[in-house]
């Protein structure tokens, strides 16, 4: 079971991070994935990383601002590190997981098979 916090309001140009856990459980062999969804949009892609770390994939509109990251320790935790945060990055935030990935399912969200409840980030102008 997946959970993601760390979300809050903060003021455009500021720094938040992302965490997703799974408790008692690794991601050795999983990708796992951060999405988001603002009110009336569609749920998007955000930024994809392989247990190994040797895939990374992130979305074109992060513009290299947000970096992700696994740990995969027994309580495994996979970070979203988000700098300089605009406006429209308010959304809420998901993390997925999948043991079934490849490199041309990492984008999209049918690819997981684990998901969390989801943690909201508010960006103030």
């Known amino acids: 079971q997946l959970q993601a916090s760390g979300g809050g309001l903060v003021r455009a140009g500021t720094s938040l991070t992302l965490a997703c856990t799974a408790s008692?459980?690794?991601?050795?062999?999983?990708?796992v994935a951060w999405f988001r969804q603002a009110p009336g949009r569609d749920r998007e892609f955000v930024a994809a990383?392989?247990?190994?770390?040797?895939?990374?994939?992130y979305a074109d509109s992060i513009e290299g601002r947000f970096t992700i990251s696994v740990n995969n320790a027994k309580n495994a935790a996979a970070f979203l590190q988000m700098n300089s945060l605009k406006p429209e990055d308010t959304a809420v935030y998901y993390c997925?997981?999948?043991?079934?990935?490849?490199?041309?399912?990492?984008?999209?969200?049918?690819?997981?098979?684990?998901w969390g409840q989801g943690t909201l980030v508010t960006v103030s102008r």
């Open positions: 990383i392989t247990w190994s770390g040797a895939h990374i994939a």
């Open positions: 008692g459980s690794t991601f050795i062999g999983y990708a």
């Open positions: 997925a997981a999948t043991a079934r990935f490849n490199l041309a399912t990492l984008r999209s969200r049918y690819g997981y098979d684990y």
